[in-house]
């Protein structure tokens, strides 16, 4: 299977990429990364390689190794660029996500939006996480007016989780962890026809991740053809879940 994969320039989320990228890899599947432009060669938020605030908070050891497998890969340096790329070409379509000032540049592109809706129009497999699903919150469903998530059920980052990672690093990193004025909770149950009975925020959690051999903190909401997730700690399970979808027969 062929998965699209857009990427800002800078800023993503180094586990949300890297490790449904290795997962689908594996399974023998082709992930196929676009940028605004042509051939540029994207780069993840640095201080999630690093450590956002002395040396915690940022990715864990073995999502960074995958991201310096994905670096060194061929198609990192080959990407297309995102008005170019024939969506009807791709079986899967994947929407990670960050939080960085460098993301505004992918969650507010009105020509990317364009190329999500005529992908989800298709019916095939989409996978958005964290901050991924605000772009479809954003996507516009050209029947209805509304947004492409207006009748399913998702999950995204919780309030608490990001108000809470605001609140810790803001003395030191200002508003690093706010992408937007507006939480991306608020803004996905806004694009809901009913937020009460579509969102979930799933289990409590702020430090505990889902690993490559233990879910037990790990979250996602499937609806159909489309998954979503919380954060970086349900990378794993996200990844597993939305490789299964690529590969459940047709009308399964």
Same mark, same amino acid.
């Given at each position: ?7 800002? #320039?800078?800023?993503? #989320? $180094? @586990? ?19 940028? +605004? ?22 990715? +864990? ?18 990407? *297309? ?5 024939? $969506?009807?070409?791709? =079986?899967? %379509? ?7 000032? !460098?993301?505004?540049?992918? %969650? ?35 029947? @209805? ?11 995204? %980052? ?5 108000? @809470? *990672?605001? %609140? ?18 608020? +803004? ?8 009460? *009975? ?6 409590? +959690? ?7 051999? =233990? ?7 499937? #609806? ?19 490789? =299964? ?5 047709? !009308?399964?």
């Amino acid at each position: 299977m062929r998965v699209l994969m857009p990427l800002p #320039d800078h800023d993503f #989320d $180094v @586990t949300e990429v890297a490790v449904p990228w290795r997962l689908l890899t594996d399974a023998g599947h082709e992930v196929v990364i676009a940028t +605004e432009r042509a051939g540029t060669r994207p780069a993840a938020d640095p201080r999630l390689l690093t450590g956002v605030l002395f040396g915690q908070l940022g990715a +864990e050891d073995e999502p960074k190794r995958f991201y310096e497998q994905l670096t060194a890969a061929p198609e990192f340096g080959a990407t *297309a660029a995102w008005a170019d790329v024939d $969506v009807t070409a791709y =079986d899967g %379509l994947l929407l990670p996500g960050g939080h960085a000032p !460098g993301m505004r540049q992918y %969650l507010g592109s009105a020509e990317l939006r364009e190329q999500v809706a005529r992908f989800w129009a298709l019916g095939r497999p989409v996978g958005a996480i964290c901050h991924g699903v605000l772009v479809l919150a954003r996507t516009q469903d050209p029947g @209805t007016g509304g947004s492409v998530l207006a009748g399913r059920r998702t999950t995204c %980052l919780p309030k608490y989780m990001e108000r @809470t *990672a605001y %609140l810790t690093t803001a003395w030191r990193l200002g508003r690093y962890y706010r992408t937007y004025p507006a939480y991306v909770e608020d +803004e996905v149950r806004s694009a809901l026809a009913d937020p009460a *009975a579509q969102f979930e925020r799933g289990p409590r +959690e702020l430090t505990r991740r889902g690993t490559a051999g =233990d879910d037990t903190h790990a979250f996602v909401v499937q #609806d159909g053809t489309y998954l979503s997730a919380r954060w970086p700690g349900d990378a794993y399970l996200f990844a597993r879940r939305y490789r =299964d979808l690529l590969e459940a027969p047709a !009308g399964a």
